[in-house]
């Protein structure tokens, strides 16, 4: 079980059962939302209980991003053809005993910054 929140404190969530191991995605969107790189991890839809009023923007034709209205921390991640829900490895309270698995969507990344040659990497 992982526990999380936005900066404000006004949306927390419990993640519990099989947690995915998270990964850095370096897609335009996910940049932007985040300022810089957003790492997330994963549970299956319906193991993640939120609470709190958040507010969900439809980010593609598929895909819907999940934030705090109050302080604007992004939380979530969810695709509709998936059966799981992303939340962001930034926004869990204390120690996680996570690993990342690796860097998505290189191909994408921003040119100020690199990404270490050891680690595994997707370019889409």
Do not use: N
């Not at 549970?43 to 819907?64: C, H, M, N, P, Y």
């Not at 921390?73 to 998936?82: I, R």
């Amino acid at each position: 079980m992982i526990k999380g929140s936005c900066l404000c404190g006004a949306v927390t969530y419990t993640a519990r059962g099989t947690i995915g191991a998270p990964a850095a995605c370096h897609c335009t969107q996910c940049r932007k939302q985040s300022g810089h790189v957003w790492a997330s991890s994963y549970v299956e839809d319906g193991t993640l209980e939120i609470t709190g009023d958040v507010r969900w923007f439809q980010s593609s034709e598929k895909a819907k991003r999940g934030f705090c209205p109050t302080c604007g921390s992004a939380l979530f991640w969810s695709h509709d053809d998936d059966d799981f829900i992303c939340f962001s490895t930034g926004s869990i309270d204390g120690p996680t005993g996570l690993r990342l698995r690796g860097h998505i969507h290189t191909a994408a990344k921003g040119d100020y910054y690199s990404i270490a040659a050891d680690e595994p990497q997707r370019e889409t």
